[in-house]
């Protein structure tokens, strides 16, 4: 029997563990028709400590199965964030009777030897399953791979890298991104480092991904490195960053010095992408959280959610990439939406609208690239703001009065900005809403902002105002409801 989740707060169609902490999404892969979701976890209480993988399965990520922990903290340390991996052809020879094993390789951090000043406390693991991720083993030969030299030495994504046959694994060693190469898993040779002198520092660099994509409307194939950082995010705290660059089986380059943000929200970190998706797609989740108010948010007897799983794309232009993001598109059930609103507003003029339900829910609409502000509203008179500002070109968001957000003075004391430089003179904007959180997509995910929200009751209104000089015009504002994942 499935139980449903449906106290004050609980995302009725993003994924959270039923009980206890979580944070960075880990493991993500594919394997026979299932998508594994693993997360850093730690059952016991809702604040961060001894680090697990919790496990969680989805078909279609419309219906999400709680699994036994996968891995539970040992002799060398808690198990930090990792990845996962099909071993098809058995190179670490973990596999039985023609069984490929799933083989997770993760940080063990050894919080006995930090506190004692250690160097060493960060290394690397293996655990392995034979049993789609129900029981583990963890590697008689582990840690298989530790540096003398970095303390930050974490969060391992592994990857199988067909033209050179062999497995990638990039890392993460404080101020920069490593790679390695491995023929069975175990044995790892360090071929490049990436990034001391690019990107974003304002962090630590931790979580990083590489992956290859296609650019939208041509022929190229570009590599995307991403590396989240805990602080110094674009609107406070934790973000992601990415690189679009060359990856030539050894070394990551990327003409881009400066660092551009894969969300502009405050509440997507750590995320990484699935291996092995169906049709080569690039399916990214994050969580749905940033350190600077993680540990103080106000639910019950569980912290924190994930994104929503997303596709990742590559567009070009003016010989620039960018990095673009959409929910997959079991969320987006359009063919269920009423025939669209359109309005037309004249000078200062609002719209206040009754939309029982928006609270869990997907909004879209198109708008003019004039002034508009945009709300959701309750019946406590609390309200969860977008304002676009067609003169500084800004999305401008304000959680300010959107419910609770005392129990931490960062969360809900400035406003937050995101900067749309090139959009169209009309856009579609996709909000999908869930209890606790929005997560807003300008012109099909070319910029994107995700935020937690905490109102004292569910949303259930919308408040269109035209700021602009002139009239302006939304059209087709339409609305559906997201079914549970959990029901
Ligand atoms: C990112 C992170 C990782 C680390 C994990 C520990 O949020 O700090 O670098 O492996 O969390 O829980």
């Known amino acids: 029997a499935t139980t449903i989740y449906d106290e004050n707060y609980r995302g009725q169609y993003h994924f959270s563990p039923e009980k206890g902490w979580m944070n960075d999404p880990n493991g993500l892969v ?10 850093q976890y730690y059952p016991n209480a809702t604040v961060w ?36 991996v ?91 991104a490593k790679l390695y190469r491995s023929k069975n ?38 590599w995307v490195m991403l590396i989240s950082i805990g602080s110094g995010g674009p609107n406070g705290g934790s973000a992601t960053q990415y690189f679009v660059g060359d990856f030539d089986g050894t070394t990551f380059t990327s003409e881009q010095k400066v660092h551009r943000w894969l969300d502009w929200g405050t509440d997507n970190y750590a995320g990484v992408t699935y291996n092995d998706a169906p049709k080569n797609e690039r399916v990214f989740i994050g969580w749905m959280s940033n350190w600077q108010y993680a540990l103080k948010t106000p639910t019950g007897n569980w912290r924190s959610a994930m994104t929503l799983p997303r ?29 669209g609103l359109s309005f037309d507003l004249k000078k200062g003029e609002q719209e206040t609208l009754d939309m029982p339900g928006v609270g869990q829910s997907v909004l879209q609409f198109k708008m003019e690239k004039k002034d508009l502000k945009f709300a959701l509203t ?11 500002d067609s003169a500084s070109k800004l999305f401008i ?12 003075y960062e969360f809900g004391n400035k406003l937050h900005y995101m900067p749309v430089d090139d959009l169209p003179d009309t856009f579609e904007v996709t909000i999908y809403v869930d209890r606790s959180s929005w997560e807003v997509f300008i012109n099909d995910g070319q910029f994107v902002f995700t935020q937690q929200l905490f109102p004292s009751e569910e949303w259930s209104g919308v408040l269109l105002e035209n700021l602009s000089g002139n009239q302006n015009q939304i059209k087709g504002l339409k609305m559906a409801a997201i079914p549970s994942i959990w029901s």
């Open 311 to 339: 596709k990742l794309g590559l567009e070009k232009k003016d010989n620039k990439y960018y990095l673009t993001s959409s929910p997959l598109k079991e969320f987006l059930e359009l063919k269920s939406m009423a025939d």
């Open 49 to 84: 400590g001894p680090m697990h993988w919790g496990h969680a399965t989805t078909k279609n990520f419309k219906k999400w199965e709680h699994k036994p922990i996968a891995l539970y903290p040992d002799d060398l340390g808690f198990i930090f964030s990792g990845s996962a």
């Open 30 to 39: 594919y394997k026979d028709s299932m998508y594994h979701l693993f997360y």
């Open 378 to 388: 309750n019946a406590a008179g609390e309200r969860a703001t977008m304002l676009f």
């Open 86 to 176: 099909v071993d098809v052809e058995n190179t670490s020879g973990f596999g039985k009777d023609g069984k490929a094993p799933l083989v997770a390789i993760f940080t063990h951090h050894n919080m006995k030897i930090e506190k004692e000043g250690g160097p060493v406390y960060q290394y690397q693991s293996l655990a392995y399953s034979l049993d789609e991720g129900e029981t583990w083993t963890k590697y008689e030969g582990n840690p298989i791979l530790v540096d003398e030299k970095n303390k930050d030495f974490r969060d391992p994504k592994v990857f199988w890298h067909k033209e050179t046959k062999s497995w990638i694994m990039v890392l993460v060693a404080g101020d920069h």
């Open 397 to 408: 968001f304000d959680r300010t009065q959107s419910g609770n957000h005392g129990f931490n």
């Open 185 to 222: 898993l175990k044995k790892w040779d360090n071929i490049s480092d990436f990034g001391l002198e690019q990107g974003a520092h304002g962090g630590v660099w931790e979580c990083p991904d590489l992956f290859k994509l296609k650019v939208k409307d041509n022929d190229e194939e570009k």
